[in-house]
């Protein structure tokens, strides 16, 4: 064999193994890569998993509150009870003011007192009513639009995650 032609392949060695030198680096580089993706991996999994935890707590959270909205309509309909049955009542007592009125005619004025006591406390429980229905209007409006806020949260925070 001549020298050039063993020099030419020595060269051709030298460039081979610069190759594989490079080649190695190369997949150095690639398995840092993947090294740093499985960890990125691992702490997206691991995000996922507490975003998923906190999705399980605010469904949980809201099931209650809706439990509370349930609870707080079943008052309201037994407070709405209560307030017909006193207005039932008032309406009942108005009558006999009326019967009482036409017996003693001749006690006009003590009849009109006694009206005008028990008008008072008809407006008063009116008063209440009123102030109890509304009262209720804002605890319902407040648990609703906190309730539209978390649904709200909710859909934002899943549709972030997907």
Known sequence: MSKESLDDLRYEL??????????????????????????YSTKLKYEKKNLEDKLDTKIDYDKARINELDDLQEKIREKEAIIEDKH????????????????LSKNTENLELQLKKITKSYEDLLAQKDSIIQKQDEQIANLTKANEEIVKEI???FTKTN
């Open 14 to 39: 030298e460039l081979k193994n610069a190759e594989i030198d490079e080649l190695n680096m190369e997949l150095q580089d690639k398995n840092e890569q993947i090294n740093k993706l499985k960890l």
């Open 88 to 103: 039932d009542q008032v309406k009942y007592l108005r009558s006999l003011i009326d019967d009482y009125k036409e017996q």
């Open 155 to 157: 859909i934002d925070k």
